[in-house]
């Protein structure tokens, strides 16, 4: 099968590591419980514009969904980019290292 030029590549598995840091960020700086669903997914856009491949991150209560892209690959995000896309100021406590 032969794909068109600009048809988005796929982005490789994410590895439960990185799922698992990303989500206890989400869940500290959004002080959230652990019932409440947080997703990630790392998705691939060949739009002009876009960035490559970008990772959305999602909270999931029984009452609203909130969900941030960061155009970024899961893999080279940090705390302070998870604070930014919520909006959390940086003085909460959470250090880049923060794991």
């Given at each position: 099968?032969?794909?068109p030029p600009?048809?988005?590549r796929r982005p490789d598995r994410l590895p439960p590591d990185v799922v698992g840091r990303l989500r206890h960020?989400?869940?500290t700086c959004l002080r959230l419980d652990d019932?409440?669903?947080v997703s990630v997914a790392q998705l691939a856009c060949p739009d002009a514009g876009c960035a490559p491949?970008?990772?959305v991150l999602a909270v999931?209560?029984?009452k609203t969904t909130v969900h941030r892209t960061i155009p970024l690959p899961a893999d080279r995000i940090t705390v302070a980019d998870v604070q930014a896309a919520f909006?959390?100021?940086v003085s909460s406590g959470l250090d880049r290292s923060a794991s």
């Open positions: 099968m032969i794909s600009n048809a988005a960020w989400v869940r019932e409440v669903v491949v970008e990772t999931l209560t029984p909006a959390i100021p």
